[in-house]
């Protein structure tokens, strides 16, 4: 099985963990990967308001006193919504839709990510890219917030069917 890795969706303790057999496709897009390889591929998916917590902190990770978690996003929402520039903050349909339609056979949640690793591959998956001090994903959300961020991954929202 090879691995389509999703920005802020467990990639890089996945990567750490899989062996050299498992080719990881990073940050493709289904559509880029030739149709023999892709019935093989599986990737993670992560509720998108979790998610969008975590691009909020790896995008500010260095920057001393950056913008609200609400500001940052409207800020950057011209480079969100149907940019490929912005690979990062993609929502998940991007990467695993081919016009429309799922083309990822294998997908696995988020929070199932360490038993799957542990029956699929027999590893422990480390933790890396941990951000210290980090609030439940709630906590960072207003009325402006939730609403703007339940716009741009609406797809996510309803092709998963995540709940806040």
Request: proline letters at 5%; aromatic letters at 16%; a neutral charge.
């Amino acid at each position: 099985m090879d691995f389509l890795q999703i920005p802020k969706a467990c990639g890089t303790s996945i990567c750490a963990c899989i062996d050299s057999k498992t080719q990881s496709w990073g940050y493709y897009r289904a559509d880029l990967i030739p149709e023999a390889k892709l019935k093989r591929v599986w990737a993670v998916i992560r509720n998108p308001y979790d998610r969008a917590v975590s691009i909020y902190h790896h995008a500010n990770r260095e920057i001393e006193n950056p913008l609200s978690f609400y500001q940052w996003w409207k800020n950057d929402e011209s480079f969100v919504i149907g940019s490929d520039v912005s690979f990062l903050h993609s929502p998940l349909v991007h990467y695993l839709t081919i016009d429309g339609k799922l083309a990822v056979p294998k997908i696995v949640e988020f929070a199932d990510v360490p038993d799957f690793m542990k029956r699929t591959f027999n590893k422990e998956l480390p933790h890396l890219n941990k951000t210290p001090d980090r609030k439940l994903y709630k906590e960072y959300y207003n009325d402006k917030s939730f609403n703007l961020i339940t716009e741009i991954f609406k797809d996510d929202l309803s092709m998963f069917n995540y709940q806040w």
